[in-house]
């Protein structure tokens, strides 16, 4: 009897994995596969069917954007500049890969590329325009985008229309 009963509570145990939705600012994160599935209502087989149509958008309210661009100047030295701008929002798609072992487990957030609605943005995030025609192989230096908001929003779809926001798991 002591048996049957391990058993169950094992069973019972690998049936409820926890939830987990982790993301920052960037819509960089995780989101677990128990979290869409239950969304979405769908067993095991119909998670794994799905899982090729997901898809994910990050969001915000007010932000500010920071990051820097460098370059060589007409002297030939390599310069870097920080740029700044505030925006009303920004949103994009974000790119992802599903976590996979013999199935689809979860989903890797890999960031957005974003997407500005502004009227007092200047320049896009990581948009870098030399400030003199004659610099060269002026750019966004790689890893110095940085996004700061108070209320990010990270949502999911399968068919592009419904979107149903995801609650970061404590």
Same mark, same amino acid.
């Given at each position: 009897?002591?048996?049957? &009963?391990?058993?169950?509570?094992?069973?019972?145990?690998?049936?409820?994995?926890?939830?987990?939705?982790?993301?920052?600012?960037?819509?960089?994160?995780?989101?677990?596969?128990?979290?869409?599935?239950? &969304?979405?209502?769908?067993?095991?087989?119909?998670?794994?069917?799905?899982?090729?149509?997901?898809?994910?958008?990050?969001?915000?309210?007010?932000?500010?954007?920071?990051?820097?661009?460098?370059?060589?100047?007409?002297?030939?030295?390599?310069?870097?500049?920080?740029?700044?701008?505030?925006?009303?929002?920004?949103?994009?798609?974000?790119?992802?890969?599903?976590?996979?072992?013999?199935?689809?487990?979860?989903?890797?957030?890999?960031?957005?590329?974003?997407?500005?609605?502004?009227?007092?943005?200047?320049?896009?995030?990581?948009?870098?325009?030399?400030?003199?025609?004659?610099?060269?192989?002026?750019?966004?230096?790689?890893?110095?985008?940085?996004?700061?908001?108070?209320?990010?929003? &990270?949502?999911?779809?399968?068919?592009?229309?419904?979107?149903?926001?995801?609650?970061?798991?404590?």
């Amino acid at each position: 009897m002591k048996f049957k &009963l391990l058993a169950l509570a094992a069973v019972f145990a690998a049936t409820t994995a926890s939830a987990a939705v982790t993301y920052d600012e960037n819509g960089v994160g995780y989101v677990g596969k128990g979290d869409v599935q239950s &969304l979405f209502d769908w067993n095991n087989s119909a998670f794994q069917n799905n899982a090729a149509l997901v898809q994910f958008r990050f969001s915000s309210g007010a932000q500010q954007a920071s990051w820097v661009c460098g370059g060589y100047n007409n002297g030939g030295n390599y310069v870097t500049h920080p740029k700044n701008e505030s925006y009303d929002s920004i949103s994009g798609s974000i790119n992802f890969h599903p976590k996979q072992k013999n199935q689809i487990t979860g989903f890797i957030l890999l960031g957005t590329e974003s997407n500005v609605s502004s009227s007092t943005a200047y320049l896009s995030p990581g948009e870098c325009v030399a400030p003199n025609k004659n610099w060269t192989d002026y750019a966004l230096v790689e890893g110095s985008l940085t996004f700061e908001s108070a209320d990010p929003l &990270l949502e999911v779809s399968v068919d592009g229309e419904a979107w149903y926001p995801l609650a970061i798991t404590e």
